[in-house]
Nanobody
């Protein structure tokens, strides 16, 4: 079984910064793409940023130039550096990873973290 554990959320004033981390552990052969999603109250969960194993990145338009996603393959960890935070960034942030394991026949399976709250005050 694979577990994703997030950390780094909290309360910050507008214009401030936070860094989220998500570490994967368990029986894994390889992690393909990793990403961060967010869900505000009453809204659907949306992609914020994603990164391939080779380091190619993708961002939703509203965070381009402010957020940076990165990963450390040796540590099975993905990060999200969030700068110039805005009140509209307030949400629960979820880590996602596509994991290949021997129990899945090396087919990629999606795993989710438990979520970490990010609150940006105006």
């Amino acid at each position: 079984q694979v577990q994703l554990v997030e950390s780094g959320g909290g309360l910050v004033q507008a214009g401030g910064s936070l860094r989220l981390s998500c570490a994967a552990s368990g029986s894994m052969f390889r992690i393909d793409a990793m990403g961060w999603y967010r869900q505000a109250p009453g809204k659907q969960r949306d992609l914020v940023a994603s990164i391939t194993r080779g380091g190619s990145t993708n961002y939703t338009d509203s965070v381009k130039g402010r957020f940076t996603i990165s990963r450390d393959n040796a540590k099975n960890t993905v990060y999200l550096q969030m700068n110039s935070l805005k009140p509209e960034d307030t949400a629960v942030y979820y880590c996602n990873a596509d994991v290949r394991s021997f129990t899945s026949g090396l087919r990629p399976e999606a795993y989710w973290g438990q979520g970490t709250q990010v609150t940006v005050s105006s």
